[in-house]
Structures are given as C-alpha cells and as structure tokens.
C-alpha cells in the first residue's frame, strides 16, 4: 500500500530534520548570548533561548508544549487518514508539522527553544529554522486556498 500524501512526510521530516542539526551545530559551537556577524548589522547568528512561543508571547505559559503536541499529533493525524491532499497542501501541513515537532520536542526537553537567526537590520526578534518551517507551510497553504478560491478562467 503506498504511503498516503508523500509530500507531507518529505516536508515534515526535511523541516524537522534541519531544525535539529541547525540547533544541535548552535547549541555546541556557541555559548549562550555569543553572536557571530555575517554581515555586519544586518544578518548575524546569536544563540538565545526563548521560553515563549512566536516573539516571547506566552512566556511560562507550560501549555506550549501541549499545544505542539496536540498540533503535531493532529497533523499526523490529518495526512494518515485523511483525504489525499494536493502537493503544496501536503507540502504546507508537512512543513507545520516539522516545525512544530523542532520547537515542541525543545520545549518538553528543556523548556525552551534554543533560536539564533538574527535579522538585525529590521530588529526582528530572533527565530530558527523550526519558525521559518511554519511560516513557510502557512504561506503554501494560503496560496493552495487562493488558488482553489479563484474562478476558472474562461477559454
């Protein structure tokens, strides 16, 4: 029997797999606060931690954790036995699965998620790659709805 939306594992287990080595490479090449410049003032790699969700909200808030879970496990969920998707669809609920997975399984180890992309030019505040994984899905499957909700273009 084959494995039912293929693109949505590819992309979940892609996702979470980058988001690991990324935090793994942080995690034991920097210490806690170092910064790296790539490009001076605009672009550097800063190890911090945030025990919050997206921008710090919900700090010390334990249910983060289990709303990863729950999500993670709802989204395992929809693309086993659920309908078969369409490949950005399967690709965008992959990439949320894998990013929620990356943060969810920081949050139940330690707590908090270890971030380190560090946009300074904008002052935005500090991601990974779990964040971007997320972003990413939601945008494809904002995309997925637009082009499902446009009207066929007569001949």
Known sequence: MPLRNPWFWIAAIASYGLDRATKEWVVHHFTLGETWPLWGNVFHLTYVTNPGAAFSLLQGWGGLRWLSLGVSLALMGLAWFGPRLIRWEQVGYG???????????????????????????????????????????????????????RPERSR
């Not at 002052?123 to 637009?146: E, H, K």
Request: one cysteine or more.
């Open 95 to 149: 990439l949320v699965l894998g990013g929620a997975l990356g943060n969810g399984l920081d949050r139940f180890l330690t707590g908090e998620v270890v971030d380190f992309f560090d946009l300074r030019l904008i002052r935005f505040p500090i991601f990974n790659v779990a964040d971007i994984s997320i972003n990413l899905g939601i945008l494809c499957l904002i995309l997925v709805m637009w082009q499902q909700s």
